[in-house]
Every structure is written in structure tokens, then in C-alpha cells.
């Protein structure tokens, strides 16, 4: 019997170490990306106030959690969104499909007071699931 996979994947911001916590965790056929920022390697915001610059940032930052954890874009079932201001959400919505369409993932997205840098705009979380045989079958059932 194969052991589960259980793992964790850091992106190396001071944030995962202060506050002790991982980008993304696997465990089984099961992803989960944190919420991610357009904070890069040394803690800078990447288009500041930006909105389309930053969610582009982060999908590709989430883009690379979930490679290091086996997995793709493809295998995401859920995003959760927190906006500064909704009324981005066109240009959100717009950078969105260019990530997932054809995935179509079940998404949410709510507008919060504040993310944990003023320039901020936008933080992302997602959900993946890999596709393992033993779902396949369930599917064809």
C-alpha cells in the first residue's frame, strides 16, 4: 500500500515564516493554495493598486503552488476572490477567464475593507482536485 501524499509548499515570503503557515498543502488527491498576494520573493507589491496586474501575478504565483504539488490550473474546482473594491471586477473577471476558461471552476468573490498592505487590491485562494483512477471510474459509473 502506497503512503498518502502529504505536502507543503512554501514561496518564501516572511509572512509563511512569522506566521507559520504554507502557500500550498496537499494531502492525497486534495490541493489547497492560501490566499496569495502580488507580494513577490522579496516581500514587494507588484502593481501597486493595480488590480489587472496583480490578479495576474497571483494566478501565476498560484499557478506555480500547484505545479510544485503535482497539479495544474485544470485541476482547480474553487476560487475565492477578496477585493478591496468591486468595482475592479470586470477587469478581474477578465483575467480570471484567461486562466480558466474551459476549467470553470465554482467561484466566489467578496469585497473586504482591507488586504494586509494598503497597495494591495486583490488576495486569491483556490481548491484543486487531481484526478486519480479510482475518480475516474466514479465518473463513468
Same mark, same amino acid.
Given at each position: 500500500?502506497?503512503? #498518502? /501524499?502529504?505536502?507543503?509548499?512554501?514561496? @518564501?515570503?516572511? &509572512?509563511?515564516?512569522? =506566521?507559520?503557515?504554507?502557500?500550498?498543502?496537499? /494531502?492525497?488527491?486534495?490541493? &489547497?493554495?492560501? @490566499?496569495?498576494?502580488?507580494? *513577490?520573493?522579496? +516581500?514587494?507589491? =507588484?502593481? #501597486?493598486?493595480?488590480?489587472?496586474?496583480?490578479?495576474?501575478?497571483?494566478?501565476?504565483?498560484?499557478?506555480?503552488? $500547484?505545479?510544485?504539488?503535482?497539479?495544474?490550473?485544470? *485541476? =482547480?474546482?474553487?476560487?475565492? %476572490?477578496?477585493?478591496?473594491? %468591486?468595482? +475592479?471586477? !470586470?477587469?478581474? +473577471? !477578465?483575467?480570471?477567464?484567461?486562466?480558466?476558461? @474551459?476549467? *470553470?471552476? /465554482?467561484?466566489?468573490?467578496?469585497?473586504?475593507?482591507? $488586504?494586509?498592505?494598503?497597495?494591495?487590491?486583490?488576495?486569491?485562494?483556490? *481548491?484543486? =482536485?487531481?484526478?486519480? #483512477?479510482?475518480?475516474?471510474? $466514479?465518473?463513468?459509473?
Amino acid at each position: 500500500m502506497n503512503k #498518502p /501524499v502529504n505536502q507543503r509548499v512554501y514561496s @518564501g515570503t516572511s &509572512w509563511e515564516r512569522s =506566521v507559520a503557515y504554507c502557500r500550498a498543502r496537499r /494531502v492525497g488527491n486534495m490541493i &489547497w493554495v492560501a @490566499g496569495t498576494t502580488a507580494l *513577490d520573493e522579496q +516581500g514587494k507589491v =507588484v502593481g #501597486p493598486s493595480d488590480v489587472t496586474a496583480q490578479t495576474r501575478f497571483v494566478l501565476r504565483k498560484i499557478e506555480r503552488a $500547484l505545479k510544485e504539488c503535482g497539479a495544474a490550473l485544470r *485541476d =482547480v474546482v474553487r476560487t475565492r %476572490m477578496f477585493v478591496t473594491q %468591486m468595482t +475592479g471586477i !470586470s477587469a478581474i +473577471g !477578465s483575467v480570471h477567464r484567461e486562466f480558466f476558461e @474551459g476549467i *470553470d471552476p /465554482v467561484s466566489t468573490c467578496v469585497e473586504v475593507t482591507a $488586504l494586509i498592505h494598503p497597495e494591495l487590491v486583490i488576495e486569491i485562494e483556490v *481548491d484543486a =482536485v487531481l484526478q486519480t #483512477p479510482e475518480l475516474s471510474l $466514479l465518473e463513468r459509473a
